[in-house]
């Protein structure tokens, strides 16, 4: 089984930057592909981001690319968002889910165990 905790969320104000982490214990970090979802208030979870074993494959989101970037580092079992340029839009809970799969893409339905969350909320 794996543990997921994120940290990281806040209040920041519209074009400001925040940096969420998650880290994994359970299972051998390399061997889990990540990935970060969210979910505004009365809407459904969505997709963010997501990063292949070693890190060397992303994908995101149309609504974050060129503003959230995904990285990950193995020797310290976690997984990192930077997000800038943050928009009252993104407001939501922010979640990290880890897979077994190759590549899990965007379905969330493809990721395994999911961490508890951590809210972000952007004031304009």
């Known amino acids: 089984q794996v543990q997921l905790v994120e940290s990281g969320g806040g209040l920041v104000q519209a074009g400001g930057s925040l940096r969420l982490s998650c880290a994994a214990s359970?299972?051998?970090?390399?061997?889990?592909?990540m990935g970060w979802f969210r979910q505004a208030p009365g809407k459904e979870r969505e997709f963010v981001a997501s990063?292949?074993?070693?890190?060397?494959?992303?994908s995101y989101a149309d609504s974050v690319k060129g503003r959230f970037t995904i990285s990950r580092d193995n020797a310290k079992n976690t997984v990192y968002l930077q997000m800038s340029s943050l928009e009252a839009e993104d407001t939501a809970v922010f979640y990290c889910?880890?897979?077994?799969?190759?590549?899990?893409?965007?379905?969330?339905?493809?990721?395994?165990?999911w961490g508890q969350g951590t809210q972000v909320t952007v004031s304009s």
């Open positions: 889910a880890s897979s077994t799969a190759f590549w899990p893409g965007s379905a969330a339905e493809s990721y395994d165990y």
């Open positions: 359970g299972r051998t970090f390399s061997t889990l592909a």
């Open positions: 990063i292949s074993r070693a890190g060397g494959r992303t």
